[in-house]
């Protein structure tokens, strides 16, 4: 099966074949989880998009479904969202509920480079299955932006109206409206906040209570920035917190602070379900696992494009502010095979080793950092390897993937990247999951979040611990290797 190639990732959502980049539409109804995704499917290439789909009872096995939007007079199927009209606002539903898809279509204008952005909306009266684009489409639409795409829509209880965020260029728009189908322009937010790297994409709004704190709850505003050739991050994303009432997101940390929603370099255009908060008040985040660095370029065979792990997005109050906390979805659980466990062990440069590995792997490790200058985990492919670790002195955790295996399809890949981390009492707590072409590091519990994609050689057959610069004692260390979602 085409689910056997040696970089195929076993448990991370991928297309059957062909091209894929950002998730769209995600919506919970009715017992299912709905992922549509940018989809090219007649090519390993971006090119004209459709919205392919999947769907889901439990977040991990995923059911591929036919393509739910293709392209039509109006354009191509650029990124969106969907919501369940529960009080049937829009009128499609026969006063009972159904699913409304808002997105974008895009058009080339004939002779030259650039293109109409317009957004349009589709129903589906039989849980997704099948869609009709509204006869009205498009139904927004401002040409003066020649960046003007990627609407995210929720209903506001608070002021019982649909709200609209929609990236155009270096800013987001908002909008409201009654019935999905007329929309007003109620604000814009960003244009001196945050970072410009790039260009705003793929933008989410939501709310979510402070955990564990007798603290009013904030709104998150998540916000994709483009790849600048100038820029070796490439793609990535950012979020602001603060609030929002029904018109205007006001952001609470100065203008100039870049809060990022992972450090990794793969990590883009991710949003959050609709609806799924009916279900446990969850709000679930999922990226394209992927940068627009190299993202026509990775090594993978005839599919190309993953998604990240789903996320259950939460706040905690930290000495700066409020900010982001991701932890992955316990429905991952189920994939556990019986695992190893060792502890109370020194660590010096010659390393522990777990030998005999292969396929993918869940770890929890906590190490205490003693006198060693730098702590991690090597995970060896042959004589290829990519690091995790921590030096102490920067106090900073890393990936290193420089001799990862695959680096050469982009002079950018093969890198060594970190993000600030401070060790709690003077111990590191992480929490990893490896397949055969991704590893998901996740610090302070749930505060610092790593993706990175790698593309080993052989797969990775075996896991060092190791400390430099003076000992360090492994605590704890789990690890469970994982059942394939296709086995
Ligand atoms: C983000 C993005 C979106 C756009 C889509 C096109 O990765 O550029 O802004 O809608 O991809 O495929």
Redesign the pocket.
């Known amino acids: 099966p085409i689910t056997e190639h040696p970089l195929r990732p076993q448990f991370h959502f991928t297309p059957p074949a062909n091209w894929m980049?950002?998730p769209n539409g995600m919506v919970y109804y009715e017992g299912e989880y709905h992922l549509f995704y940018?989809y090219h499917p007649d090519s390993t290439v971006?090119g004209p998009?459709h919205w392919g789909h999947a769907v889901s009872r439990d977040l991990v096995y995923w059911e591929h479904m036919p393509i739910a939007l293709f392209p039509d007079q109006n354009g191509t199927i650029?990124?969106?969202s969907a919501v369940v009209d529960w009080n049937d606002t829009s009128g499609f539903f026969d006063g009972g509920p159904g699913l409304v898809a808002i997105y974008?279509q895009?058009e080339m204008i004939a002779g030259t480079d650039s293109s109409k952005q317009r957004q349009s909306i589709a129903y589906s009266k039989d849980n997704g299955r099948t869609w009709i684009p509204y006869e009205g489409n498009p139904v927004l639409i401002d040409e003066r932006f020649p960046?003007f795409?990627?609407p995210k829509v929720f209903w506001h209880e608070q002021s019982s109206s649909w709200v609209m965020v929609l990236?155009a260029g270096d800013r987001l728009f908002l909008y409201r409206s009654p019935d999905l189908k007329s929309w007003t322009f109620a604000s814009e937010f960003g244009a001196q906040e945050g970072s410009h790297d790039g260009?705003w994409?793929?933008p989410d709004l939501f709310e979510l209570p402070v955990e564990g704190e007798n603290e009013a709850s904030r709104w998150v505003m998540i916000v994709?920035i483009?790849d600048a050739p100038t820029c070796s991050e490439g793609?990535r994303t950012q979020y602001f917190v603060g609030c929002f009432d029904g018109t205007t997101f006001t952001n609470e940390n100065t203008p100039n602070t870049v809060l990022w929603l992972d450090h990794g370099r793969d990590n883009?255009?991710g949003v959050t379900w609709s609806d799924a908060q009916g279900n446990d008040s969850e709000r679930l985040f999922i990226g394209?696992m992927n940068n627009?660095k190299y993202a026509n370029l990775i090594p993978t065979g005839e599919w190309r494009g993953a998604m990240t792990l789903v996320r259950k997005l939460s706040l905690r109050k930290e000495q700066q502010g409020v900010r982001l906390i991701q932890n992955v979805v316990d429905g991952y659980r189920q994939l556990r095979l019986q695992g190893i466990e060792r502890s109370n062990e020194l660590l010096s440069a010659e390393g522990i080793q777990f030998a005999g590995l292969s396929g993918q792997l869940e770890i929890e490790a906590e190490i205490e950092l003693m006198m060693a200058a730098e702590i991690g985990l090597r995970f060896k492919s042959g004589d290829k390897e990519t690091v995790v670790g921590f030096n102490a002195a920067l106090a900073e955790l890393f990936i290193d993937r420089t001799i990862s295996g695959h680096i050469d399809f982009h002079d950018e890949f093969a890198c060594r990247h970190s993000a600030p981390l401070k060790a709690k009492e003077g111990r590191i707590k992480l929490r990893l999951w490896l397949d055969r072409s991704s590893i998901e590091v996740f610090a302070d519990d749930g505060g610092l979040v790593m993706t990175d994609q790698l593309f080993p050689l052989d797969g990775t057959d075996c896991i060092e611990l190791y400390a430099i610069g003076g000992k360090a004692m492994l605590r704890t260390m789990r690890v469970y290797p994982l059942r394939s979602v296709y086995a």
């Open positions: 980049n950002d940018q971006w998009m650029f990124s969106g974008t895009m960046d795409r990627d990236a260009v994409e793929c994709s483009g793609s883009y255009a394209w627009w």
